[in-house]
């Protein structure tokens, strides 16, 4: 305990994922999985609570009429709302798409 007061409070670590990426994963295997996993928990719940509500919202609104891939896209939108969305690459990337149906104009 008396090693680790002598070091500056600059010098610590002051998360997981910045201990978990100063340490060796040889020298200390136990350690370095405890800290890997710890810097994968949640720190609330709050998130998971909020994707399952966004998901109720969605089939209550579309009453089931969509398949599951579809549901997947609408809730993963609706939960990153904050991920921009460039329309123009979506365009090019779906007019590149083989199309089932010729369009003759």
């Known amino acids: 305990m008396e090693k680790w007061k ?3 409070d600059k010098e610590l670590s002051k ?26 928990l949640p720190v609330s719940t709050s998130s998971a609570e909020r994707t399952f509500s966004t998901l109720r919202r969605l089939k209550n609104y579309l009453r089931n009429s969509c398949s599951d891939d579809r549901l997947t ?23 590149k798409m083989p ?6 104009i």
């Open 15 to 40: 998360s997981a994922i910045d201990t978990l990426s100063a340490m060796s994963k040889g020298l200390y295997p136990n350690i370095w999985c405890l800290l890997s996993i710890l810097a994968t």
């Open 73 to 95: 896209g609408l809730a993963l939108l609706s939960v990153h709302r904050s991920i921009s969305i460039n329309i123009e690459e979506i365009i090019n990337t779906f007019s």
């Open 6 to 8: 002598s070091v500056p």
């Open 99 to 104: 199309r089932e149906v010729d369009l003759i």
